[in-house]
């Protein structure tokens, strides 16, 4: 599973529509100041289902939405797109690929879908569980995270590696089958 590209529309910086290929190896984005790089990858953990507005460097949610430059007005809706390739099947699903999409409006109205078909955030959040790259995985680590990483005591790292290296799922799973 890799990612293939990511369009994004009057999220945060960017105004006009934005397509990002990702193609095999490593991407690298760089950028003056202020250009929008830290922006790109608030997209990716937006449409991924982020629920705080403060992760994403707001008071509330509709701050992520375009509000505005010298040269563009402002809008009134964000939407991203992520395609993802799947024809490895590492995530639990039947199509080879998939389009993962979310849209805010300034009415507060937002909708998501998977493959063009609206589904719930709770869809999103079963699509990628287990698969080390949804929300709480470390799979986007930001700046403050290392720090934190480097930080930890040895049990909170330890908990961060089994994570990373997926025991924890079957930790979990033991977990609940002790209890049924
Ligand atoms: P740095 O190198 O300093 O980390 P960066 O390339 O990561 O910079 P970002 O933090 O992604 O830059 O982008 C910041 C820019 O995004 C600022 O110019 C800010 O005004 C703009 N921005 C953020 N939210 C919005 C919004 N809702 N509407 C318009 N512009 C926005
Ligand atoms: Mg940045």
Redesign the pocket.
């Known amino acids: 599973m890799k990612l293939k590209s990511l369009e994004i529309i009057g999220?945060?910086?960017f105004?006009n529509k934005t397509k990002i290929n990702f193609n095999n190896g490593l991407t690298e984005?760089v950028?003056?100041?202020?250009?929008?790089?830290?922006?790109?990858?608030?997209a990716i953990r937006w449409v991924l289902g982020e629920q705080s507005a403060k992760t994403l460097?707001?008071t509330k949610m509709p701050?992520?939405?375009?509000?505005?430059?010298s040269t563009h007005k402002?809008v009134n809706r964000?939407e991203v797109k992520l395609t993802l390739d799947n024809t490895d099947q590492y995530i639990n699903s039947p199509y080879s690929e998939i389009i993962i999409a979310r849209k805010l409006f300034r009415s507060g109205e937002s909708q998501y879908s998977i493959n063009n078909q609206e589904c719930r955030l709770k869809d999103i959040n079963n699509l990628f569980m287990d698969t080390g790259m949804g929300l709480g995985s470390f799979s986007i680590i930001s700046q403050g995270n290392i720090e934190k990483i480097f930080n930890s005591k040895p049990e909170e790292r330890r908990s961060i590696i089994e994570t990373a290296a997926g025991v924890f799922k079957y930790k979990h799973q033991k977990h609940d089958a002790n209890l049924k």
């Not at 950028?31 to 608030?42: A, D, Q, R, T, Y």
């Not at 701050?63 to 430059?69: A, H, L, R, T, V």
Request: hydrophobic share 35%; no cysteine.
């Open positions: 999220f945060k910086s105004a984005i950028g003056p100041n202020g250009s929008g790089k830290s922006n790109v990858i608030e460097r707001g701050d992520i939405i375009f509000s505005g430059s402002a964000a």
